[in-house]
């Protein structure tokens, strides 16, 4: 799919529920496309695939490099005992609570990956 050049001059139309019509959207979105094409896809036996286990790779990424930036901070700080850590004015106690809270995020997302 995703080949545009074809005129579509032609509509169908479905009634739903709020509740089927929000459901559809959610669906539509986990697989990074818009409803319409979400539900062409379906319609001519096309299976979208769901790009939230790959978002969520992504972010788990990102928090793991933050994580390693922040025991990088505590490291430096705790070789030369610098009170500032490097410019980030929080202090052992303020880079141990950053790292708890990068850990909670990530079993939050680790979480979410189980989920579905």
Not at 18 to 45: F, H, M, N, S, W
Not at 95 to 108: H, N, S
Request: some cysteine; proline content about 3%; charged content about 25%.
């Amino acid at each position: 799919m995703g080949n545009e050049t074809r005129k579509r001059t032609t509509h169908i139309m479905v009634r739903v529920s709020p509740d089927e019509k929000e459901a559809i959207a959610q669906a539509a979105a986990k697989c990074d496309l818009k409803v319409p094409t979400y539900l062409r896809e379906l319609g001519l036996g096309y299976a979208p695939k769901s790009t939230v286990d790959a978002q969520a790779f992504e972010q788990l990424a990102k928090l793991h490099g933050d994580f390693g930036r922040m025991g990088g901070l505590l490291k430096m700080w705790l070789a030369d005992g610098s009170r500032s850590a490097y410019g980030h004015n929080l202090g052992i106690p303020g880079l141990i609570k950053r790292i708890e809270e990068l850990q909670q995020e990530i079993r939050e997302v680790a979480r979410s990956l189980s989920l579905n």
